[in-house]
């Protein structure tokens, strides 16, 4: 795990006025290595989605703040070239949100929706002819659609038909994620993949998370939760954000056995593990 696929230094965000200010990150340092499962916890307000979201560009930290800086495979998505960073990390990204029912067209069936990314990266390629990769053809894009729904234990025979209102939530979720990875992302973002899936379900996410990590060693996972009952299951390192401060993170095992701060310890009491 030497390989860095996302770091974040001295990341400041503020919302608000400038004579009302809320400080909602303050200074916050994060690297993701290639293959790794991260997962970044803590309660309602913390940061947590804040951080995620600038280190996947889809927001913006707090610009002119010394040493700031947001990198993907080492390419800055700050400063003049950062659009070309942006695009790649587009590119090569998926997200799967929390609630796979606004997450999902409810006029597609599964396997359109599914199949999106691809479609959008054949128009691509379409219009960059010099794109080094194969031109996707409409077999290729079934197959694959195929083989991402059976990476997440949905039959492809049965589901790819199937519309959003025909599905259970985790079905519904496990086809979130089937989309999300259908490309072979380099990095994926999990946004508290599991707050609108009842109990029952997160069994099947969670193996469907394993699944795609079998497929993809070499994808990195960024896991959003308030739950450490669910991050132990597929997380390698714990981030544990408070009031916008990384208060402590370590790899798994060493964080839930023998927490440091005092905000740890309250996390792991609550959870159900």
């Known amino acids: 795990m030497s390989d860095v696929v996302l770091e974040a230094h001295n990341i400041v965000k503020t919302y608000g006025s400038s004579r009302h200010p809320q400080v909602v990150l303050h200074g916050v340092d994060l690297t993701v290595h290639?293959?790794?499962?991260?997962?970044?916890?803590?309660?309602?307000?913390s940061g947590k989605t804040t951080l995620t979201r600038i280190l996947f560009g889809l927001?913006?930290?707090d610009s002119h703040v010394d040493g700031l800086d947001v990198r993907y495979e080492g390419r800055s998505l700050m400063g003049d070239h950062a659009h070309e960073a942006h695009d790649l990390?587009?590119?090569?990204s998926g997200i799967v949100y929390q609630n796979p029912f606004e997450s999902l067209d409810p006029r597609w069936p599964a396997g359109r929706s599914v199949a999106e990314p691809l479609q959008l990266r054949r128009i691509a390629q379409r219009h960059h002819h010099a794109h080094q990769e194969p031109m996707l053809d409409d077999a290729a894009i079934a197959q694959a659609v195929a083989d991402a729904l059976e990476t997440v234990a949905l039959d492809p025979q049965e589901f790819m038909?199937?519309?959003?209102?025909?599905?259970?939530?985790?079905?519904?979720?496990?086809?979130a994620i089937a989309r999300a990875i259908i490309k072979q992302p380099?990095?994926?973002?999990?946004?508290?993949?599991?707050s609108a899936i009842d109990v029952a379900a997160r069994i099947q996410i969670i193996d469907a998370f394993e699944s795609a990590r079998k497929r993809n060693p070499n994808m990195a996972i960024v896991m959003v939760s308030?739950?450490?009952g669910v991050v132990q299951q597929l997380a390698d390192h714990i981030v544990v954000m408070l009031d916008g401060r990384i208060v402590e993170q370590g790899p798994t095992e060493e964080l839930l056995h023998n927490p440091q701060h005092d905000y740890t310890r309250e996390l792991i009491a609550a959870a159900t593990m």
């Open 161 to 175: 038909w199937r519309y959003p209102v025909d599905m259970s939530g985790g079905q519904a979720q496990r086809v």
């Open 59 to 61: 927001d913006a930290p």
């Open 226 to 228: 308030h739950d450490l």
């Open 186 to 194: 380099h990095v994926l973002l999990a946004d508290e993949p599991m």
């Open 89 to 92: 990390l587009r590119m090569q």
């Open 34 to 45: 290639e293959g790794e499962c991260v997962a970044v916890v803590g309660a309602s307000g």
